[in-house]
């Protein structure tokens, strides 16, 4: 069963994003837009992991994590703060609340992504896969390696991120503005062409030896893992 997330954040553009990202990635995503529905929504099942704005209308993340922290049901959630606080003392006061982990807006997708795996799988293991299987590849998250046909393939860091990325989601077209955001970030600007020059050293590795492609190019749109190849 994946991993429910619940996101807490006013911004409406920014919780889309995070839901848009976190469900590509197979989890399960609710979200809330002030502390009092986000209660409601904890009471009635109380997620695997909380991503909560320090700043919200009316009671603050910051009080909804302490109240959370104090409630026996809801002690153990994992919180990731969410905050356009950057201080130093700031960064303690969430983190002495009771959040496990703490990003300061703007920040990059990626790492953020990286941040909740990381914390998912020191609560629970399992509920994160660390390998991601689709047709003849296998690709290994923590040590980076990657296997075809049980073959070792070397990527760099910048292909191996948008493997990953297609892997998540196989047969879903990507385009180049997701795969931008979701591999280089949105706080580095990037030519959508850069997207091209990369895939094109990913199949080159991919596709050394073998026949068939699991590149699928959209014209005019982006590209795609195709697992049955």
Same mark, same amino acid.
């Given at each position: 069963?994946?991993?429910? #997330?619940?996101?807490? *954040?006013?911004?409406?553009?920014?919780?889309?994003?995070?839901?848009?990202? +976190?469900?590509?990635?197979?989890?399960?995503?609710? /979200?809330?837009?002030?502390? &009092?529905?986000?209660?409601?929504?904890?009471?009635? @099942?109380?997620?695997?992991?909380?991503?909560?704005?320090?700043?919200?209308?009316?009671?603050?993340?910051?009080?909804?994590?302490?109240?959370? $922290?104090? =409630?026996?049901?809801?002690?153990? #959630?994992?919180?990731?703060?969410?905050?356009? $606080?950057?201080?130093?003392?700031?960064?303690?006061?969430? +983190?002495? %609340?009771?959040?496990?982990?703490?990003?300061?807006?703007?920040?990059?997708?990626?790492?953020?992504?990286?941040?909740?795996?990381?914390?998912?799988?020191?609560? =629970?293991? *399992?509920? !994160?896969?660390?390998?991601?299987?689709?047709? *003849? #590849?296998?690709?290994? $998250?923590?040590?980076?390696?990657?296997?075809?046909?049980?073959?070792?393939?070397?990527?760099?860091? %910048?292909?191996?991120?948008?493997? *990953?990325?297609?892997?998540?989601?196989?047969?879903?077209?990507?385009?180049?503005? @997701?795969?931008?955001?979701? !591999?280089?970030?949105?706080?580095?600007?990037?030519? &959508?062409? %850069?997207?091209? !020059?990369?895939?094109?050293?990913?199949?080159?590795?991919?596709?050394?030896?073998?026949?068939?492609?699991? #590149?699928? /190019? !959209?014209?005019? %749109?982006?590209?795609?893992?195709?697992?049955?190849?």
């Amino acid at each position: 069963m994946p991993a429910r #997330i619940l996101i807490v *954040e006013d911004e409406e553009a920014l919780s889309v994003l995070l839901k848009y990202n +976190l469900e590509a990635e197979g989890f399960d995503v609710d /979200t809330a837009y002030n502390a &009092e529905d986000a209660k409601v929504q904890i009471d009635e @099942q109380v997620p695997d992991l909380l991503v909560l704005d320090w700043m919200l209308p009316g009671l603050s993340g910051i009080e909804l994590c302490r109240r959370l $922290r104090a =409630n026996k049901k809801t002690s153990d #959630i994992p919180i990731l703060m969410l905050t356009a $606080r950057g201080e130093e003392d700031e960064r303690i006061r969430g +983190l002495d %609340t009771g959040a496990d982990d703490y990003m300061v807006k703007p920040f990059s997708v990626p790492e953020l992504m990286a941040r909740i795996r990381a914390m998912l799988r020191r609560v =629970n293991p *399992e509920i !994160v896969s660390n390998v991601l299987v689709a047709g *003849e #590849i296998e690709l290994h $998250r923590l040590t980076h390696r990657l296997y075809r046909a049980g073959e070792p393939l070397e990527l760099g860091p %910048t292909e191996f991120r948008l493997l *990953e990325y297609l892997m998540q989601s196989p047969g879903r077209v990507r385009n180049r503005v @997701q795969l931008l955001d979701a !591999v280089w970030g949105r706080d580095i600007y990037v030519e &959508e062409r %850069t997207v091209d !020059v990369h895939v094109g050293r990913l199949r080159k590795v991919l596709n050394r030896n073998f026949e068939q492609d699991p #590149i699928r /190019t !959209v014209r005019g %749109t982006g590209y795609a893992f195709d697992e049955k190849f």
